[in-house]
């Protein structure tokens, strides 16, 4: 869909630029509390259908990560030649519908094959609106802008553990699911009405120069742009090793609360969604913060930045998960949860950047791909499956010993991205 440079909505000036990020924040927030609800539901539902950790682990990971990282690919190269708002419309009614489907699962593989039907829609939600937000946003505020479009990553998280936990606690975990599914599908017109798609790559000329929309490339081309540059797959690896960390622990913490703590399904939603808020809101804006500072003058600080963070992030998960206080362990987690989300503003920002604008969607894809293959389906599975191996030898705490041994990704990931760092500024493009 091509535009003039008088139409382009992206110089409506920065009210409606913020008023279009506050629209793709609100679907993101969707978007995660549809995706990590499962982790607070989890318990109740393990009792009712009878499913075991690693049953949980693939159903919240594999089922959902198999179609909806394998998807975000062609749908994202249809992205880069029609209209992007469009698509993330029909993938929020989509996700939503299927969510509230959840409610009406009966065993394992009902259940599974809904939650496949949720990684369908959101595999149409992220890409576009990252190349929406690029063409919204001038370059110096891209990092910044990402990072609080990723917001909805802690929002939704948080809204999940809350509303979907405390439903399940005081009515039943299938309302949780009709809930938050019927108020997603009715987001979806409104996001239409008001979002529009800008010119590609418009911000990214020269003052006073009009900007024209290049062709929309074949895939071969963005395979043959991206894929021979060494720091797409450090960058792409490294979130990934953090993912099976970050995706895994979202997941499995409910769990270790109930199990471990002796919280109540009720006390673990309240407890939780404030550390997942609190913590993941800071860490987002401190890693975005941070590579707009820095990045402008050397390159290497979009990877740097998480790197650094995920080091700094070990103690404090391990000093967590070995501490019986609640208020110690409300403290601890904060600083990790947050440090682990440092990376969303950064590297999302260098990855547009190894690409031209015509490209950026089905970039971000390959990259999300990826990350989320591994992250997700790996991730959740992970924890779980270690779980019920350990159990025989630590019952109930065989939770906390399998997110400990997993921690190890983080340090995996901190060598990949120190290697990214050492070749960004060679292969930035733009």
Known sequence: MSQTRTENPAERGPRYRYVVLAML?????FNFLDRQILGILK??????????????GLMG?????????????????????????????????IWSGFTAACGLATGFWSLFLTRMGVGVGEAGGVAPAYSLISDYFPREQRARALAAYSF???????????????????????????????AGVALA?????????????????APGKTPVETHAPRFSEVIATVFPKPSFWLLA???????????????????????????????????????????????????????????????????????????????????AMNTTSLYWAFVLFLVPTGLNLTWLGPLVTAVQHLAPANMRTTTSALFLLINNLLGIAVGLWFFGYVSDQLKPQYGAESMRYSIQYGLGFYVLSSLLLFLASRRLGREWVN
């Open 25 to 29: 924040l609100l679907t993101y927030t």
């Open 237 to 319: 690896f490294g979130a990934a090793s953090s993912s099976i960390c970050g995706y895994g622990i979202v997941f499995w913490l409910p769990s270790f609360f109930i199990r471990s703590l002796g919280l109540t399904l009720a006390e673990t939603s309240v407890y939780y969604s404030a550390i997942s808020l609190i913590g993941g809101m800071a860490g987002i804006w401190l890693g975005g913060s941070l590579a707009d500072r820095f990045g402008q003058r050397n390159r290497a600080a979009y990877a740097l930045t998480p790197a650094i963070c995920f080091l700094i992030a070990l103690p404090f998960f391990l000093l």
């Open 61 to 93: 990971g594999v089922a959902f990560a198999s179609l909806y990282a394998t998807l975000a690919v062609p749908i994202a190269w249809l992205a880069d030649r029609v209209s992007r708002t469009w698509i993330i419309t029909a993938a929020l009614a």
């Open 152 to 182: 909805g990553i802690p929002i939704g998280t948080a809204s999940g553990v809350l509303f979907g936990g405390l439903i399940a606690a005081y009515v039943n975990w299938r309302w949780a699911f009709f809930a938050v599914g019927a």
């Open 43 to 56: 318990e109740p539902i393990k009792q009712e259908l009878g499913l075991t950790d690693t049953q949980l």
């Open 189 to 205: 017109p409104l996001f239409r009405w008001i979002v529009r798609d800008p010119v590609r790559g418009g911000l990214d000329v």
